[in-house]
């Protein structure tokens, strides 16, 4: 977010009822409960950011274990959509529109859910992000074999 466009208190503001009310009728869900009550604070860190990126993602997944889910984002939360879920990964490039796609087995009993790991299916750059492993080598070297 460009430093302009920042209120000078850090505060947004947004009065989500009148931007509900932009939406034509039937698009939006009222029943479903937010993951955040409340937007993050000006100024969120990178690293603040990816943690709520991904507890979303999580949150999301666990409330809807039987239904596919289609997150929309910022390339930030498509990078961490890879990097939380690929062990000692970092994701160095996101394209405009990237996507990335992930699946994780989800087993029911009675009326309860256990989930397993998400696994990343996105090959690397074929869908946009590009990541290489962040595993040092004993000699120094960085393993980019991903």
């Known amino acids: 977010m460009r430093r302009g466009s920042v209120p000078k208190d850090g505060n947004f503001r947004?009065?989500?009822?009148?931007?509900?009310?932009?939406l034509p009728a039937g698009t939006l869900d009222r029943d479903v409960k937010p993951v955040y009550?409340?937007?993050?604070?000006?100024e969120e860190t990178v690293m603040g950011?990816?943690?709520r990126y991904e507890q979303i993602i999580k949150t999301l997944a666990d409330r809807y274990p039987s239904e596919n889910l289609l997150l929309?984002?910022?390339g930030e939360g498509v990078g961490?959509?890879?990097?939380?879920f690929l062990e000692d990964v970092t994701v160095d490039k996101v394209d405009y529109?990237?996507?990335?796609h992930?699946?994780?087995?989800v087993f029911h009993k009675n009326k309860s859910f256990t989930a397993g790991q998400f696994e990343v299916l996105s090959d690397n750059g074929r869908t946009g992000i590009g990541y290489y492993s962040s595993i040092h080598m004993g000699?120094?070297?960085?393993?980019e074999a991903t």
Do not use: I, K
């Open 14 to 22: 947004f009065n989500m009822a009148e931007l509900q009310a932009l």
């Open 37 to 42: 009550e409340e937007l993050p604070q000006w």
């Open 49 to 51: 950011a990816r943690t």
């Open 72 to 74: 929309v984002t910022h």
């Open 80 to 84: 961490v959509s890879v990097s939380a």
């Open 97 to 100: 529109c990237a996507y990335s």
């Open 102 to 105: 992930l699946r994780r087995p």
């Open 139 to 143: 000699n120094g070297a960085v393993d």
